[in-house]
Each structure stands twice: as C-alpha cells, then as structure tokens.
C-alpha cells in the first residue's frame, strides 16, 4: 500500500521543501497531513476510497507507532465495507474515550479554485481509539495494522452489527488477503475486546456465514432478519424433473421462493467471466429467471437502493411470499 505522496519531512530524499510549499500555495499540491502532499490533479481522479488510502498513508507518515485498526485495518486487509469511513481509524496509546480530529481543507487559502470545483477539496477525519492491544503487523512503508484475524475480531466487537457481518462474511469466504474461521475468531475476542463488547461479537460471529459472496448479500442478510422473515438457504440450487437450474443467491425451500441480490458488482463479474458484453449478460439472466418461474418457484428481486430502504424491500420480499419467522 505505497502510494506517490510528497513528504517533506527529515530524511527525505531529493525533495525541495521551498519548491513544494510554493506549488502549494499555487494550488497545484493538496497538503493531507503537516509535511504530506499530493497532486491536486491526481486527488481530484481518485475515487473516494482511493482518496482514503491517500489519507491513510499520510496518517500512517505523521502517526509513527500508531497502529491502524477497524475499519482502516480492515480496509488494508482487502476485506469489504459498508462505505467509504469518514475517518482513519488509529489504536489509541492511552485508555481515555475516543478522540476525533475533525477533517481539514486540503488546498491553502491563498490558491485559486479551479472554475469547475464547487466545494473546497476536505480530507479525512483521523479517530482514536482505544482497544485492548491486538498482534500488529507491519507493512512496508511503516505501516502497521492490527493482525488479520485480531482485525476481524474487533470489527465484530465494535462496528455497527451490519458492517461487522460484511467484514465477518468475507473473512470467512477468503475475500480478502487472508482467510479465516469462526474458531480462530472466537479464540481471539476475550484477548482484542473489552468483556462488555464480547457478547455482541459472538453473535456477530454465529450470524456470519461465508457462503454470502457479496457485501450486498451480507446486508441482506441482515436486514431480512431484522424484517423478521425467515432465514434463507444462501446459494440455494433449483432443480426440475430435469435437474439442475439455476443457483440462486438466496432460497426458502419451505416456500419454494428464490431471492436474487442485483448489484452492479454482480453482472460485471458474470460478464467478465464469461467474456460477454452487458446486454447479451441482461438477457440471459431474464432466461435464467423464466427458466426459475417455470418451476412454480417464486422470485423475489432487489437492489441496493431496497436493501437501503428497509419498507421496500419487506414489501417485495412478502409479495413474493417470503415467510415469516415462526
């Protein structure tokens, strides 16, 4: 995780701190962190989470002994989240309550605004916390994050129970850098949280399920259990008198009804896989569907925007005939 920042602190080589300070000034560099800078151009490019791994680098520069953890950590692991985190989450040295400063104008104010730039470009904020210290391990660059199985542990301890089980899912599957168990999981909690947590983590733990192959089928998940429906077989297989149909994302066997999760992500991978534009992709998933229907099968599709929008995706989940829990 090495990214072209400038710094201009001690020990830098070939860097003429006059130089930068003035292409500062002028607009042409963004200042994330005290001797940090980037392009203004490359910053503006940059996606939101490429502008978070910006960021992190540069706390990671200014920070020296401090260890990424939670989400920053889990960021770095390759692990999935919910959304872009608004601040870089660093392990606080100290015990104390948590410690936010707040994110900062990145342009100096003496630089002209490009015409087209709306609001002042912002960095992010940087969150202390403290948490019981868990195995650090350490990146080139000097970057040191909490250790991959510790780094699950505490997402499932302190992260709001919905991006817990993204991040729990994904570590189970291998979508990430590392893969992990649910023993090696548990093993670890009485070590990285604190005893009022470790409940909540434990239950985040025995809901993750690694057969959910998308952060959208995490959620999912989550929310149709809040809705109080019954939970779904996950990759669940329709077959006919023929045999197999189709594999779908989710299924109630009990009240032969199917749910398909349709993210972006989704038709871009088939696509990709199978070497084919989007539309021939659309059309043979309307087959697939018919295919499906034709069993007697009810299906239920839905969106990000439904799973976001919790009335939505109960009213589309009971029209299909989705049970309740019993």
């Given at each position: 995780?090495?990214?072209?920042?400038?710094?201009?602190?001690?020990?830098?080589?070939?860097?003429?701190?006059?130089?930068?300070?003035?292409a500062y000034h002028r607009?042409?560099?963004?200042?994330?962190?005290?001797?940090?800078?980037?392009?203004?151009?490359?910053?503006?490019?940059?996606?939101?989470?490429?502008?978070?791994?910006?960021?992190?680098?540069?706390?990671?520069?200014?920070?020296?002994?401090?260890?990424?953890?939670?989400?920053?950590?889990?960021?770095?692991?390759?692990?999935?989240?919910?959304?872009?985190?608004?601040?870089?989450?660093?392990?606080?040295?100290?015990?104390?309550?948590?410690?936010?400063?707040?994110?900062?104008?990145?342009?100096?104010?003496?630089?002209?605004?490009?015409?087209?730039?709306?609001?002042?470009?912002?960095?992010?904020?940087?969150?202390?916390?403290?948490?019981?210290?868990?195995?650090?391990?350490?990146?080139?660059?000097?970057?040191?994050?909490?250790?991959?199985?510790?780094?699950?542990?505490?997402?499932?301890?302190?992260?709001?129970?919905?991006?817990?089980?993204?991040?729990?899912?994904?570590?189970?599957?291998?979508?990430?850098?590392?893969?992990?168990?649910?023993?090696?999981?548990?093993?670890?909690?009485?070590?990285?949280?604190?005893?009022?947590?470790?409940?909540?983590?434990?239950?985040?733990?025995?809901?993750?399920?690694?057969?959910?192959?998308?952060?959208?089928?995490?959620?999912?998940?989550?929310?149709?259990?809040?809705?109080?429906?019954?939970?779904?077989?996950?990759?669940?297989?329709?077959?006919?008198?023929?045999?197999?149909?189709?594999?779908?994302?989710?299924?109630?066997?009990?009240?032969?009804?199917?749910?398909?999760?349709?993210?972006?992500?989704?038709?871009?991978?088939?696509?990709?896989?199978?070497?084919?534009?989007g539309g021939s992709v659309?059309?043979?998933?309307?087959?697939?569907?018919?295919?499906?229907?034709?069993?007697?099968?009810?299906?239920?599709?839905?969106?990000?925007?439904?799973?976001l929008d919790p009335g939505?995706?109960?009213?589309?989940?009971?029209?299909?005939?989705?049970?309740?829990?019993?």
């Amino acid at each position: 995780m090495i990214f072209p920042l400038i710094f201009t602190g001690s020990g830098e080589q070939g860097v003429d701190g006059a130089a930068i300070r003035r292409a500062y000034h002028r607009g042409e560099l963004l200042r994330l962190r005290r001797g940090c800078y980037v392009d203004a151009d490359d910053w503006r490019r940059r996606s939101a989470w490429g502008r978070y791994d910006y960021f992190a680098e540069a706390v990671a520069r200014s920070l020296p002994g401090h260890a990424f953890i939670l989400r920053t950590a889990a960021r770095i692991w390759g692990l999935p989240l919910k959304t872009v985190p608004p601040d870089v989450e660093v392990r606080a040295v100290r015990h104390g309550g948590i410690r936010r400063d707040e994110p900062r104008r990145l342009r100096s104010p003496h630089a002209v605004a490009p015409p087209n730039e709306r609001f002042p470009p912002r960095g992010f904020g940087v969150r202390h916390q403290y948490l019981p210290l868990p195995r650090i391990h350490e990146l080139q660059g000097g970057i040191a994050i909490s250790e991959f199985v510790d780094t699950v542990a505490q997402c499932a301890g302190y992260l709001p129970f919905d991006e817990a089980v993204i991040v729990l899912d994904a570590a189970l599957a291998g979508r990430a850098r590392q893969r992990t168990d649910k023993a090696a999981v548990l093993a670890r909690i009485p070590h990285v949280v604190e005893s009022r947590k470790s409940n909540r983590a434990r239950r985040v733990v025995g809901f993750a399920d690694a057969a959910a192959e998308s952060p959208g089928e995490s959620l999912s998940r989550v929310v149709i259990d809040r809705l109080g429906f019954a939970a779904p077989v996950l990759q669940y297989e329709v077959r006919d008198a023929d045999g197999f149909v189709a594999r779908t994302d989710f299924g109630w066997p009990e009240a032969d009804v199917v749910g398909e999760f349709d993210g972006e992500e989704k038709y871009g991978r088939i696509a990709a896989e199978a070497g084919r534009a989007g539309g021939s992709v659309l059309m043979a998933e309307k087959v697939r569907e018919d295919r499906i229907r034709r069993t007697g099968a009810g299906v239920a599709r839905w969106t990000w925007g439904d799973v976001l929008d919790p009335g939505r995706l109960e009213r589309i989940l009971t029209v299909a005939g989705v049970p309740r829990r019993g």
